[in-house]
C-alpha cells in the first residue's frame, strides 16, 4: 500500500538548519509531486512548499522563500525539506504529503506522513 | 495570497445531528477546465490529516456518506448528515488552485455535546 514515512523527531538551537526527510512506498515515485505543511502547536495547518519528483523543481509559499530547500533522492524514494535559520517560531510538526490515489485532476492530499516534530529550543 | 475563512471555528453537536461548515474564499477557486479546486480535510486528535472531500463535492476513498461537499466559486460547504463520536477533530478547507500559494482555512474544531 502507499505509505510516506518520515524521519524522527528532532531538537536544534536557534540558528541551526533542519533537514526532514520522507520515504515513499508502494506507488510510483516520481509520478507525484510531494507537498510540505506544517502545524505549530495548537494552530492550523500551513502550506510550504511542493516539489516536482521527477524534474527536482520546487515551489514554495512565499512566507519561506529563502530558507527552505526541497530536494530528492530518486534512488531511494525519499524527499527531503530542509529550513534554515530556525527560530522558535519554527517549532512545529512537518507534513510531506502526496496527491496519489486521488483522480485526475485533483490535487488534494490523498496521502500524509506521520509528521515530524521540529522543536527549536535553546 | 488567497484567503479562506471558516465558520464557525468551533462547533458543538450532539451525536445523530447534523453539522455543517462554511468555507468562503478571497477569490474564485473555479478553474478554467470547469473544476473547483477546493478540497475538505479532517484532522482528528494527535492524528496527521486525512483527506475527506476533493474538487468541492468528491467524497474520498473510504469517507462514509454522511459526509458531502457542495458550492462553487468563492462559497464552499461540508455537511455532515448525521455526527458521530469519530467525527470529532479540526475541520481544514484547502485551495489547490492558486499556485504557489496554496492555502487552507483557519479550521473549525467539532465536538461532541
Known amino acids: 500500500q502507499v505509505q510516506l514515512v518520515q524521519s524522527g523527531a528532532e531538537v536544534k538551537k536557534p540558528g541551526a538548519s533542519v533537514k526532514v526527510s520522507c520515504k515513499g512506498s508502494?506507488?510510483?515515485?516520481?509520478?507525484?509531486?510531494i507537498h510540505w505543511m506544517r502545524q505549530a502547536p495548537g494552530q492550523g495547518l500551513e502550506w510550504m512548499g511542493r516539489?516536482?519528483?521527477?524534474?527536482?523543481?520546487?515551489k514554495y509559499a512565499q512566507k519561506f522563500q529563502g530558507r527552505v530547500t526541497m530536494t530528492r533522492d530518486t534512488s531511494i524514494n525519499t524527499v527531503y525539506m530542509e529550513l534554515i535559520s530556525l527560530t522558535s517560531d519554527d517549532t512545529a510538526f512537518y507534513y510531506c504529503?502526496?496527491?496519489?490515489?486521488?483522480?485526475?485532476?485533483?490535487?488534494?492530499?490523498?496521502?500524509w506522513g506521520q509528521g515530524a516534530l521540529v522543536t527549536v529550543s535553546s | 495570497d488567497i484567503v479562506l475563512t471558516q465558520s464557525p471555528l468551533s462547533l458543538p453537536v450532539t451525536p445523530g445531528e447534523p453539522a455543517s461548515i462554511s468555507c468562503r474564499s478571497s477569490q474564485s477557486l473555479l478553474g478554467s477546465d470547469g473544476y473547483n479546486y477546493l478540497d475538505w480535510y479532517l484532522q482528528k486528535p494527535g492524528q496527521s490529516p486525512q483527506l475527506l472531500i476533493y474538487l468541492g463535492s468528491n467524497r474520498a476513498s473510504g469517507v462514509p456518506d454522511r459526509f458531502s461537499g457542495s458550492g462553487s466559486g468563492t462559497d464552499f460547504t461540508l455537511m455532515i448528515s448525521r455526527v458521530e463520536a469519530e467525527d470529532v477533530g479540526v475541520y481544514y478547507c484547502f485551495q489547490g488552485l492558486h499556485t504557489p500559494a496554496y492555502t487552507f482555512g483557519q479550521g473549525t474544531k467539532l465536538e461532541i455535546k
Open positions: 508502494g506507488y510510483m515515485f516520481i509520478e507525484y509531486a
Open positions: 516539489l516536482n519528483t521527477r524534474s527536482g523543481d520546487a
Open positions: 504529503a502526496g496527491s496519489i490515489s486521488v483522480p485526475y485532476p485533483s490535487k488534494a492530499f490523498d496521502n
